[in-house]
């Protein structure tokens, strides 16, 4: 299950998607390299050298703005406190048992206060994410046979890589169509650095920055929200 944090008033303009293969292409138009589709003659970089430049982008574009949720639930078990999360793992957005948000707290804050503190069985009422050589979640209290239940996290994700022709980025979300470009921009910025046209680089890289600023400001946006708007006291 995956859902967008991404404001659907300022998207809602853009109604088409670009293809993997159309990205390259665009791509090919914006370094003067000539398209396979008609020739090979004079074509600087293969299909698979500009997929992976732009499969660079879209991961650069979605560590910057984190524009993806993904849930992972787990079904926990009794005197089991650890539980490895997907890989596609980039950061924690909320983490709820049995529905109720639990509190962030570190590992090492656990074992100042409590060297034992995995030894503490009852419900769960906080959590600690730890990187190693996976990324794991860990709950304190250790849930017990009485209550063991259902850990749901909802975690920012890193976004599909795209291989075939007809992949959509950003694992096909629709409200993330007007950002397609930035895949374009990015990689022909690049390219254009290995091609030595550096004054040309920098006209895509500014281009690149200013859309994918634009786009990392419009993430959560909420028009409706009205946070400084208090109704009467009772």
């Known amino acids: 299950m995956f859902f967008l944090l991404t404001s659907l008033f300022f998207l809602s303009n853009n109604l088409y998607s670009l293809t993997l293969g159309q990205i390259r292409e665009r791509t090919r138009l914006y370094i003067n390299d000539s398209t396979g589709t008609y020739t090979n003659f004079n074509v600087l970089f293969s299909?698979?050298?500009i997929n992976n430049y732009i499969n660079d982008c879209q991961a650069d574009v979605v560590s910057f703005t984190w524009p993806i949720v993904s849930t992972h639930s787990v079904t926990t078990s009794s005197?089991?406190?650890?539980?490895?999360?997907?890989?596609?793992?980039?950061?924690?957005?909320m983490v709820t048992y049995s529905r109720k948000a639990l509190d962030e707290v570190s590992e090492a804050g656990l074992d100042e206060n409590n060297q034992a503190w995995f030894q503490?069985?009852?419900t769960p009422?906080?959590?600690?994410i730890r990187k190693d050589t996976q990324v794991v979640i860990g709950l304190h209290p250790t849930p017990e046979s009485s209550?063991?239940?259902?850990?749901?996290?909802?975690?920012y994700v890193q976004a599909n890589e795209l291989s075939a022709d007809g992949?959509?980025?950003?694992?096909?979300?629709?409200?993330l169509y007007p950002y397609h470009n930035l895949l374009t921009l990015c990689s022909s910025y690049?390219?254009?650095?290995v091609q030595g046209e550096y004054d040309l680089a920098k006209i895509f890289y500014d281009e690149y920055l200013f859309l994918l600023q634009r786009m990392k400001e419009s993430i959560n946006i909420s028009p409706n929200f009205l946070p400084s708007?208090?109704?009467p006291n009772r």
Not at 81 to 89: D, F, G, M, V
Not at 125 to 128: A, F, I, S
Not at 190 to 193: A, N, Y
């Open 125 to 128: 009422t906080k959590y600690y």
């Open 47 to 49: 299909s698979a050298e």
């Open 120 to 122: 503490t069985l009852g």
């Open 190 to 193: 690049k390219l254009r650095l």
């Open 147 to 155: 209550s063991t239940g259902t850990l749901k996290v909802y975690f």
């Open 229 to 231: 708007f208090r109704g």
């Open 167 to 175: 992949d959509i980025p950003y694992n096909s979300f629709r409200e």
């Open 79 to 93: 005197a089991v406190y650890e539980y490895r999360l997907p890989e596609t793992y980039i950061s924690v957005y």
